[in-house]
């Protein structure tokens, strides 16, 4: 079943990218890698932190669960602060400000100091990832919008590869401010080429000004996402997307520490970041490649996949849980972990791409991100809880089953959803591939 749009075309001609889209598109993508480098950075900067400031690792949950909450603002308020002030002025202001407070957090010498700098570049970063997957759908066009979310949402991974693969060696040579350094010049350089590629002649589409339309004003409401048929479908992918950021932000937020307790030396402990990261980025290769393959079949199933990905999430928690691996198969289990919860990450962003229309497209994608959010610092607030009443790495492990359980079992919901209802699209903006 296809969705009828009334979309603008994007800038595809006679079924070819033009080069100057292509930059467009790289352009975005690199804004997403930088949002998964700052979501992961500070998880493997706690550690030397801790150290040097002589407390123990679970005192800095407070950052965190700050972090986190700075993100879900960023997210609530992206639909409303683009469409006042327009996307332009919406997308580079964020990248700045992320840029600047993450600069100053060099200088934080508290825990409560550093919190409130971490909340702040939350609130700019986490703006920017609707806007960037947006306008990568603006640009390329409603036919293909779908492949370009699956493509931009793999930023997070590359972002969180780069940084687990070059943050010990940084660390080692130049400490930990060099983490927050790198963090704060990188979205400076590339603040200018973002606000370019969110020109009115490249995506006129998304320039209007709400506060003199009372229609675009509109559709920045998170009440329109519970209209008709919208309403099971929103309420479902919001706690989907509250499961699967519960997991992930735990995993990303204190696999460093948890590490040493599976025999990895608390000096390498940032390579479970890699390893987990590029799981990721290796299962969403492998979800692409999944779907093109049912795309040539002519069905396209993405939550079958995704249910696929959930169960070597579990088998994952179970044998590190369970199981007396070395360290290389304890970095396996890490990656296979990854796979599964990234790709679920990729496909919430996915589904809501395909289902919402372009004018409310930010407003979707902010909320359910924002709703994922609130479960990603409830994961680690959880996490840190556990650790300081003495829980070990292991049972901790084993914990974090539920959640994934109950994602898979929250997507098959939303597949009985899609089915119930002949306005939800299934293979809309997928069979391209």
Known sequence: ?????????????????????????????????????????????????????????????????????GAVLGYVCVGSVARRFGYRFAGSASVVVSAGFTLAATFATNIATLSALR???????????????????????????VAASLIMTTGMSVGSVAGGMIGGPLMQHLGWHAIFVLGGILPLVIALPFFLVLSPARCADLMANGARDPAQRAASRPQVLFRGDLAIFTSLLWLFAFLVFVDVF?????????????????????????????????????????????????????????????????????????????AAAVLLMIGVIGAGLVNAMMGLTAMAVARYPLQMRATGLGWAHAIGRMGSFVGPAICGELLSLGWSARAIVLIAIVPAVAAMLTLGALARAGRASSAVPRTEGLAQY
């Open 1 to 69: 079943m296809t969705e009828k749009s009334n979309e603008p075309g994007g800038d595809v001609k006679g079924g070819t990218v033009r080069a100057g889209s292509v930059l467009a598109l790289i352009t975005c993508f690199l804004v997403i890698v930088l949002d998964g480098f700052n979501t992961t950075s500070f998880a493997f900067v706690v550690p030397p932190l801790a150290h040097e400031w002589g407390l123990v690792p679970a005192r800095f949950t407070s950052v965190f669960v700050a972090t986190n909450v």
């Open 250 to 326: 735990a995993m990303l937020s204190w696999i460093p520490t948890l590490l040493p307790s599976f025999g990895i030396a608390p000096a390498r402990a940032s390579v479970g970041i890699a390893a987990f990261s590029f799981g990721g980025l290796c299962g969403n290769i492998l979800m692409t490649l999944i779907v093109a393959l049912m795309a040539l079949a002519g069905r396209v199933r993405l939550k079958l996949a995704l249910t696929v990905g959930f169960v070597l999430v579990i088998a994952g928690f179970v044998a590190l849980g369970r199981a007396p691996l070395g």
């Open 119 to 145: 909340l702040f570049a939350a609130v700019g970063l986490c703006a920017v990832l609707p806007i960037a997957i947006t306008a990568s759908a603006s640009i390329i066009g409603p036919k293909h919008k």
